[in-house]
């Protein structure tokens, strides 16, 4: 069982950035793939970025790809999604979730845990 919280979103003018966080419980955090997924409203939810278990391998969606940098600190059970040069269209609630090593990191289905969520609001 991992349980996974979310934090750092927030209201930002278009062009900052914001640092997420998602700390996670359990002593198998090493073991997951984690990645990073948005929802904003009236939209399926999206895949935006995961990093392997070992922390070496990272996937980026197209459209954050250059802005957005995902890493992971396995001593300290967390990974984190810096969000920079944020525009208006990046607004959405961020999910973090975990997945044993899967094929299709980017798929939604393949993580078993998921975090609450954290808005974030980018104004122009």
């Known amino acids: 069982q991992v349980q996974l919280v979310e934090s750092g979103g927030g209201l930002v003018q278009a062009g900052g950035s914001l640092r997420l966080s998602c700390a996670a419980s359990?002593?198998?955090?090493?073991?997951?793939?984690m990645g990073w997924f948005r929802q904003a409203p009236g939209k399926e939810r999206e895949f935006v970025a995961a990093?392997?278990?070992?922390?070496?391998?990272?996937y980026y969606a197209n459209s954050v790809k250059g802005r957005f940098t995902i890493s992971r600190d396995n001593a300290k059970n967390t990974v984190y999604l810096q969000m920079n040069s944020l525009k208006p269209e990046d607004t959405a609630v961020y999910y973090c979730?975990?997945?044993?090593?899967?094929?299709?990191?980017?798929?939604?289905?393949?993580?078993?845990?998921w975090g609450q969520g954290t808005q974030v609001t980018v104004s122009s």
């Open positions: 359990g002593r198998t955090f090493s073991s997951y793939d």
């Open positions: 990093i392997r278990w070992g922390g070496y391998t990272t």
């Open positions: 979730a975990a997945a044993l090593p899967t094929p299709d990191i980017t798929a939604p289905g393949g993580y078993r845990y």
